[in-house]
């Protein structure tokens, strides 16, 4: 579980501003879901043979006895909570952000507690809304400048019927060769075998290669709405490829599904991930609803802006300001200037100095702080009623403001204003 420092923030605050201006353009609205959920709602809904269930979850007895679970996902705990709060009389477009756990083998992209940013439509059967879904994607990679970046992989799993008879001929095939498998996907073999097809053993991987192909077991709806996906997508202008293979590790998904992934963060390859899932809500108890969704990883997708250079100058906050002062007078004076500059200039950033030192030690901090301006109270400006403007930087929109001067009082805002007038 990781820190995320001040020189990694406005990098996540720019991500998270983008997202949020962009789902508001498409009619989302957010919705703020609890961190904890009955382990219950998880299993029934992620799937007892996942491997998040079997494996990834942070779960814990509550005073009462009963299991609770830290949320290894956004979608079961929106769908919960949109069945709870009576959201399902029409169509909804929600989305979320925020911290998920699961228990891994944490590496470069990968955490225990790591972030997602979740978007969910609930009531819309038609597959212009899982179009909708990926154009949007696609537009938040222009935005970020991450569209170079970044690849859509598409394929359709059908319905839960045509996976059960592909399910039972994959397993035919694959039990044929059990022994050339490795471990994990011997295992997957009785438990859950279509996650397999993405197993990244090469020797399973070429193995799979005279597999029967799920494409071939789709009923006539998932083919239609499948097709349908692609020239949709193709008249938007919006690239893809069909992966056959890509099954997501998720039970509730059925046709639709989909990835972005890159080759910039190595393994951890996927920077957004979703489909449809048009029986969990009713699986979960409230009325047959059906439902598209995604969730992007936010670490991995910051990870990809400062891999590709797409995360620009989001530099650290920084000052505009730096307030000096040597003396408990000169202190007190200009504790209270501050605090009026504050009151007429609020878009300013202003950091005083504290904790003493000499003239000297305080301007170089001034210098480091990367402000443009000091102020400087001393004896002399307390007596004077004034205050020393020295301005640290020249270029950069200050022209020849170089130099120092000493500027009554009163007149402290206005010129603070004027220099930072651009
Ligand atoms: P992976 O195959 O990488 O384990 P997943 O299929 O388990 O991914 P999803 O449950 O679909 O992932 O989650 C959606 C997205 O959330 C992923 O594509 C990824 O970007 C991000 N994500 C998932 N697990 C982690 C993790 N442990 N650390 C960081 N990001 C993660
Ligand atoms: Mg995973």
């Given at each position: 579980?990781n820190?995320?420092l001040?020189?990694?923030?406005?990098?996540w605050?720019?991500?998270?501003?983008?997202?949020?201006?962009?789902?508001?353009?498409?009619?989302?609205?957010?919705?703020?879901?609890?961190l904890?959920?009955h382990?219950?709602?998880?299993?029934?809904?992620?799937?007892?043979v996942?491997?998040?269930?079997?494996?990834?979850?942070?779960?814990?007895d509550?005073?009462?006895?009963e299991?609770?679970?830290?949320?290894?996902e956004?979608t079961?705990?929106c769908?919960?909570?949109a069945?709870?709060?009576?959201?399902?009389?029409v169509?909804?477009?929600l989305?979320?952000?925020?911290?998920?756990f699961?228990?891994?083998?944490?590496?470069k992209?990968?955490?225990?507690?790591?972030?997602?940013?979740?978007?969910?439509?609930?009531?819309?059967?038609?597959?212009?809304?899982?179009?909708?879904?990926?154009l949007?994607?696609?537009?938040?990679?222009r935005?970020?400048?991450?569209?170079?970046s970044?690849?859509?992989?598409?394929?359709?799993i059908?319905?839960?019927?045509?996976?059960?008879?592909?399910?039972a001929a994959?397993?035919?095939?694959?039990?044929?060769?059990?022994?050339?498998l490795?471990?994990?996907?011997?295992?997957?073999l009785?438990?859950?075998?279509?996650?397999?097809?993405?197993?990244?053993?090469?020797?399973?991987?070429a193995?799979?290669?005279?597999?029967?192909?799920?494409?071939?077991?789709?009923?006539?709806?998932a083919r239609d709405?499948?097709?349908?996906l692609?020239e949709?997508?193709?008249?938007?202008g919006?690239?893809?490829?069909?992966?056959?293979r890509?099954?997501?590790g998720?039970?509730?998904?059925?046709?639709?599904?989909?990835?972005f992934?890159t080759?910039?963060?190595?393994?951890?390859?996927?920077?957004?991930?979703?489909?449809?899932?048009?029986n969990?809500?009713e699986?979960?108890g409230?009325?047959?609803?059906?439902?598209?969704?995604f969730?992007?990883?936010?670490e991995r997708?910051?990870?990809?802006?400062?891999?590709t250079?797409?995360a620009?100058?989001?530099?650290?906050?920084?000052?505009?300001?730096?307030?000096?002062?040597?003396?408990?007078?000169?202190?007190?004076?200009?504790?209270?200037?501050?605090?009026?500059v504050?009151?007429s200039?609020?878009?300013?950033?202003?950091?005083?100095?504290?904790g003493?030192?000499?003239?000297?030690?305080q301007?170089?901090r001034?210098?480091?702080?990367?402000?443009?301006?000091?102020?400087?109270?001393?004896?002399?400006?307390?007596?004077?009623q004034?205050?020393?403007?020295?301005?640290?930087?020249?270029?950069?929109?200050?022209?020849?403001?170089?130099?120092?001067?000493?500027?009554p009082?009163?007149?402290?805002?206005?010129?603070?204003?004027?220099?930072?007038?651009?």
């Amino acid at each position: 579980m990781n820190d995320i420092l001040p020189d990694e923030t406005p990098h996540w605050r720019r991500l998270e501003q983008v997202v949020c201006r962009l789902l508001n353009s498409y009619g989302y609205g957010e919705i703020r879901l609890p961190l904890v959920e009955h382990t219950e709602l998880f299993k029934r809904s992620i799937g007892e043979v996942t491997d998040i269930v079997e494996k990834e979850m942070y779960s814990f007895d509550d005073r009462n006895g009963e299991s609770l679970t830290l949320r290894p996902e956004g979608t079961a705990g929106c769908v919960r909570a949109a069945i709870q709060q009576g959201l399902l009389t029409v169509p909804q477009r929600l989305w979320y952000a925020g911290p998920m756990f699961r228990y891994e083998r944490p590496q470069k992209g990968r955490q225990r507690q790591f972030h997602q940013i979740g978007v969910e439509a609930l009531g819309v059967a038609s597959v212009e809304m899982d179009a909708e879904l990926i154009l949007l994607c696609a537009r938040l990679w222009r935005r970020l400048g991450l569209a170079g970046s970044v690849e859509l992989q598409i394929n359709s799993i059908g319905s839960s019927a045509a996976r059960r008879a592909y399910r039972a001929a994959l397993v035919e095939y694959l039990s044929a060769h059990r022994a050339a498998l490795d471990e994990d996907s011997q295992r997957r073999l009785d438990s859950n075998p279509l996650r397999i097809l993405d197993s990244k053993n090469p020797d399973t991987q070429a193995l799979l290669d005279a597999a029967p192909v799920l494409a071939d077991y789709l009923d006539a709806e998932a083919r239609d709405d499948f097709d349908r996906l692609r020239e949709l997508l193709t008249a938007a202008g919006v690239a893809f490829v069909v992966n056959p293979r890509l099954v997501r590790g998720l039970d509730y998904y059925n046709k639709t599904v989909f990835e972005f992934v890159t080759e910039r963060l190595g393994a951890q390859g996927t920077v957004c991930a979703g489909g449809r899932y048009d029986n969990l809500v009713e699986q979960l108890g409230g009325k047959s609803t059906p439902a598209v969704g995604f969730a992007m990883g936010m670490e991995r997708l910051v990870l990809l802006m400062l891999e590709t250079g797409a995360a620009g100058d989001a530099a650290p906050a920084q000052a505009d300001v730096y307030a000096v002062a040597v003396g408990e007078d000169a202190h007190r004076e200009a504790l209270a200037a501050v605090e009026a500059v504050r009151d007429s200039l609020p878009g300013l950033a202003i950091v005083q100095h504290t904790g003493g030192g000499s003239f000297k030690s305080q301007l170089k901090r001034a210098d480091k702080s990367g402000a443009s301006v000091a102020l400087i109270w001393g004896e002399d400006e307390v007596r004077a009623q004034s205050v020393t403007v020295k301005f640290l930087r020249d270029g950069a929109g200050q022209g020849d403001k170089t130099g120092q001067r000493s500027v009554p009082r009163d007149q402290l805002e206005a010129t603070l204003r004027a220099a930072f007038a651009d």
